[in-house]
């Protein structure tokens, strides 16, 4: 959302414009020109079970994979092609105990003053709600509902941006989100089907849900940058998502609107389903920027802004030997 969003509880739009702290992050590509994206990144380092991982206005220069509750997760962040100051995005992997930890990604509001601010006060309360929740005997759900809410009471006060959230909880084999504003999850299968999607927080995502947009015409609508729940505002409201249970071969993937505002949900899912999962991710980075630096045509989206993607998988079963019985 860094060059776009500004969505707040009244509908407002976004606004394009630079974060107000800028520079390139040390060690990064020029912005919004990922090297190429089959080239590994530095391994980030997520093994302990106490282990926190929070990107705040990073840029990497390719997607990362790490082993992750029980699966293997891949992220990429990065600025905005248009952007020279920071990515308002931010990102977390957040481990609570041996089998569950939860995955994030904040939009900060680009309409709005300090959107990358904002963004990195949601993933820092949410791992700082996390380890509370951990030290005292609480659930992890209580943990994930304890960050919107002291996030955004610290947005409020802190800052003056706003941002989106999205939060989805893994326990084992199960996921379940939850979010505030347009930053989508997607749980599909290995043959394609989509068996959860969030609806975004906005008056277009509504209007698509309920039948009345078709979603093609959605890509190009000229109020879908507006939305209408985000952190930072008096009425924020926390979704909370069904509970979700994973094949091992199914896809969990969380991210920004410079993924889903450049590629339809049809286009993602077929590229993300398949495949090893650090390479699905990479050809959706590149589709992404090649779709940011091109025009917008007949259907064709075109709408430079900060991109995070999140995808996760369960561990395959283990395959134990098998001994078949003679007919």
């Not at 020029?30 to 391994?43: F, L, S």
């Not at 990107?55 to 990065?78: M, S």
């Not at 015409?217 to 409201?237: C, K, P, Q, T, W």
């Amino acid at each position: 959302m860094a060059g776009e969003r500004g969505g707040t509880g009244n509908g407002a739009g976004k606004g394009s414009g630079p974060a107000p702290n800028g520079g390139p992050t040390p060690g990064a590509t020029a912005p919004g020109a990922p090297t190429d994206a089959r080239t590994p990144a530095a391994p980030l380092d997520l093994t302990r079970p106490d282990d926190t991982w929070v990107l705040k206005a990073k840029d990497l220069d390719a997607p990362a994979l790490v082993d992750f509750a029980g699966g293997t997760a891949v992220v990429y962040t990065h600025r905005s092609p248009q952007r020279e100051s920071a990515n308002q995005d931010s990102a977390a992997a957040l481990h609570f105990d041996g089998r569950s930890g939860v995955l994030a990604v904040a939009d900060g509001a680009g309409g709005h003053a300090e959107g990358d601010r904002a963004s990195g006060l949601a993933v820092t309360h949410l791992a700082k709600s996390l380890t509370t929740a951990r030290e005292t005997g609480r659930e992890l759900r209580d943990g994930i509902l304890d960050a919107f809410e002291s996030a955004n009471r610290a947005i409020q006060t802190k800052t003056g941006g706003a941002t989106t959230f999205l939060v989805v909880e893994l326990i084992g084999t199960t996921v379940r989100v939850y979010h505030a504003g347009d930053s989508m999850a997607l749980v599909m299968g290995q043959r394609g089907l989509l068996k959860h999607a969030t609806v975004p927080h906005s008056p277009v995502g509504y209007a698509v849900e309920a039948g009345i947009l078709d979603a093609d015409d959605a890509m190009s609508h000229h109020e879908r940058h507006v939305i209408s729940n985000a952190l930072g505002v008096e009425s924020m409201h926390i979704e909370v998502g069904p509970l979700v249970r994973m094949a091992p071969r199914d896809t969990l993937l969380l991210a920004s609107d410079g993924l889903f505002d450049n590629l339809a949900v049809p286009e993602i899912v077929e590229v993300a389903r398949k495949g090893p999962l650090r390479k699905g991710v990479a050809e959706l980075v590149r589709l992404s920027h090649e779709r940011m630096a091109g025009p917008a045509g007949e259907g064709v989206p075109s709408k430079p802004d900060d991109l995070t993607i999140l995808a996760w998988r369960p561990a395959p079963p283990q395959r134990g030997n098998r001994l078949r019985t003679p007919t």
